[in-house]
């Protein structure tokens, strides 16, 4: 499962866009050329996936930004 139901997919919609993962079908093209190997892309992913779970533990370790913050970036202020 992606993210929700998919309730709104058609039967097969999933696996088909799965099929065609451009992640998986890099990962099989370094592996089939030998421009890597199992170890290598095991170390890849394991430095991506610290790298994130860094990247949480500092957001969750961070105070909430300011109330006022919220709305910075959002819109363009229009200048007359």
């Keep these: 499962?992606?993210?929700d139901n998919n309730a709104y997919m058609k039967p097969g919609?999933?696996?088909e866009a799965r099929a065609n993962d451009p992640v998986l079908a890099l990962r099989?093209?370094?592996l089939d050329t030998g421009a890597a190997d199992e170890d290598r892309l095991a170390?890849?992913?394991a430095a991506?996936?610290?790298e994130?779970?860094?990247?949480?533990?500092?957001a969750?370790?961070?105070p909430p930004p300011d109330?006022?913050?919220g709305l910075t970036d959002v819109y363009q202020e229009v200048v007359a």
């Design 60 to 62: 969750t370790d961070s």
């Design 67 to 69: 109330l006022a913050e």
């Design 43 to 45: 170390g890849i992913e």
């Design 28 to 30: 099989q093209w370094l």
């Design 1 to 3: 499962q992606m993210s």
């Design 52 to 58: 994130v779970a860094a990247a949480v533990q500092f």
């Design 48 to 50: 991506a996936r610290a």
């Design 13 to 15: 919609e999933l696996d």
